[in-house]
């Protein structure tokens, strides 16, 4: 399957991937060799995201047509079909604690993210005023979102789904956060003083305080 979308699992021994056939594989992640293959509702659409819960539990992918399937961990078996937010998905990722679901993606030109619960209902829908959204995710504890944008940085709280914090800063490509949650690695867009991109690093204190403070500029 001509991939779309891999990642590895929590402990770093397999890869999980799709592709536009809709087939979710499973490889080795010394040798790739291919551990397990399954069609996702019979491969009617291309799979264009995935991702996997940190305890090992069901694994979630989304279909090009903005369906999120969850998907049993063992077996590669499509269990239940979590609802549609009828965004073209661009990335998945679970909540630390594996309670939540975050798909982020556009819908007519609109960027955002939905949150989702396992339970199959639906949590509920944020557009950040962020221009262009490049990338969101969630704290280290889960208890905050991230999104990164073309024109800001906004914090959420996660059950709510509040703005609790904002920069404003143009992110100019991904950013990734420190595994204890404390900083944010952002590319920043060019100031208009210098016309140059600098690599910014943002305290967080997400999961207690909930304030993005710029360190670099």
Do not use: M
Not at 24 to 48: C, E, F, P
Not at 117 to 140: D, E, H, I, K, T
């Amino acid at each position: 399957d001509d991939g779309n979308a891999s990642v590895l699992t929590q402990e770093g021994t397999r890869i999980l991937s799709v592709g536009k056939y809709g087939e979710l594989q499973l490889r080795d992640a010394r040798t790739l060799s291919l551990l397990g293959v399954a069609k996702i509702n019979k491969g009617a659409n291309a799979l264009v995201a995935v991702a996997a819960r940190r305890d090992g539990g069901p694994i979630a992918v989304a279909e090009e047509s903005g369906d999120i399937y969850l998907v049993d961990a063992a077996t590669l078996v499509a269990f239940k079909r979590l609802g549609n937010g009828g965004r073209f998905v661009k990335r998945l990722e679970f909540s630390p604690d594996g309670a939540l679901l975050l798909s982020d993606g556009i819908s007519g030109g609109a960027s955002g993210f939905d949150l989702w619960n396992l339970a199959g209902s639906y949590a509920s829908r944020v557009n950040p005023s962020v221009g262009r959204l490049l990338w969101a995710g969630f704290s280290s504890g889960g208890s905050r979102i991230v999104a990164c944008g073309d024109k800001g940085i906004e914090v959420y709280d996660a059950k709510s789904s509040a703005r609790v914090a904002a920069a404003e800063e143009a992110v100019k490509g991904a950013c990734s956060l420190s595994p204890d949650g404390s900083l944010l690695a952002a590319a920043l867009a060019g100031r208009k003083d210098s016309g140059a991109s600098a690599l910014a690093l943002l305290a967080c204190r997400l999961d207690d305080g909930a304030a993005v403070f710029p360190i670099t500029p």
